[in-house]
């Protein structure tokens, strides 16, 4: 998240691109998502207006990718010829024309074998002030759902949650740009929007440039962001041996992912697959949670 055309840094999409690999023949799927501040932050953006990026990022496959408030640097014109090229487009329930209809796609559901993961993107209203998109006029030409109370962003974000689940996902992730950091408007920081929305298991979010991984408790006030009662210990709660029954729901996962029996897998992947259990989620869909397990 927030590359901001950072080639060479870090690992830099070389080693993204090598990392992805590895990843690969360690796991049966592996997902590249972008939560936005891609195109913009160096040189090559500034004079390609993102269309460099937008190249280096089809080649390495990116499945899914959010804009971020700098995604706007360039104009709204340039974005959308950007989301054209993009082969995996953008994704966002709160970037909207002044009519309420949303520019981008709100949600998407990818498939991981058997699973469905809905994906619903953000980003922060604070776009409005952080980049310049009025018409001549200078009227707003563009609604990304802000309002002092922060309830306009939340129901259009709890709306695409709700969506994607009747749409047949088992598991639905919040890919935001909305951050964390205090210079943010407190009503539209990831965590105080989290904490209202419900029917989400993961939230994966950018732009506060900030490493961090914690629980955030969701609008459930008996329910923690997985659905599991307040408190449970989700192993002792669910979990079982990969075995009667689990093993005959759930055949081909059983043993693509524990290989036979609860040994893990053969050969040099044995050390990095241990012994596993298995557990039905509330939608009776097998999850393998257990540390070094090999998931979908």
Request: proline letters at 5%; one cysteine or more.
């Amino acid at each position: 998240n927030d590359v901001h055309v950072a080639f060479q840094d870090n690992i830099g999409y070389d080693g993204l691109a090598l990392y992805r690999k590895e990843l690969e023949k360690i796991y049966d799927h592996v997902l590249l998502i972008d939560a936005g501040d891609a195109i913009q932050g160096a040189p090559i953006g500034a004079i390609s207006k993102g269309a460099e990026i937008i190249k280096m990022m089809n080649r390495l496959g990116y499945d899914l990718a959010v804009p971020g408030n700098h995604e706007f640097d360039y104009g709204v014109e340039v974005l959308d010829s950007c989301a054209e090229e993009l082969a995996c487009g953008y994704t966002c329930a709160n970037f909207c024309v002044t009519g309420g209809e949303t520019v981008f796609q709100p949600w998407r559901i990818l498939e991981a074998g058997d699973l469905k993961i809905g994906f619903v993107g953000a980003i922060t209203p604070d776009t409005f002030t952080k980049s310049i998109i009025k018409n001549e006029a200078g009227e707003p030409m563009y609604d990304f759902l802000a309002d002092e109370t922060g309830d306009r962003l939340c129901a259009g974000l709890q709306k695409a949650i709700d969506d994607v689940r009747q749409a047949g996902a088992d598991y639905v992730i919040l890919v935001s740009h909305l951050g964390s950091y205090d210079s943010i408007t407190e009503q539209f920081r990831s965590d105080a929007v989290v904490g209202r929305l419900t029917g989400l298991d993961l939230v994966i979010d950018g732009h506060a440039h900030q490493t961090f991984s914690h629980t955030v408790t969701d609008g459930r006030p008996d329910q923690d962001l997985q659905g599991r009662p307040r408190g449970a210990d989700p192993d002792r709660q669910r979990a079982r041996a990969c075995g009667p029954p689990l093993r005959d729901r759930h055949p081909a996962q059983c043993r693509a992912l524990c290989g036979p029996g609860d040994e893990g897998l053969p050969g040099r992947d044995r050390r990095l697959v241990r012994p596993c259990h298995g557990a039905e989620d509330r939608r009776g869909v097998l999850r393998h949670d257990r540390p070094g397990c090999k998931r979908l």
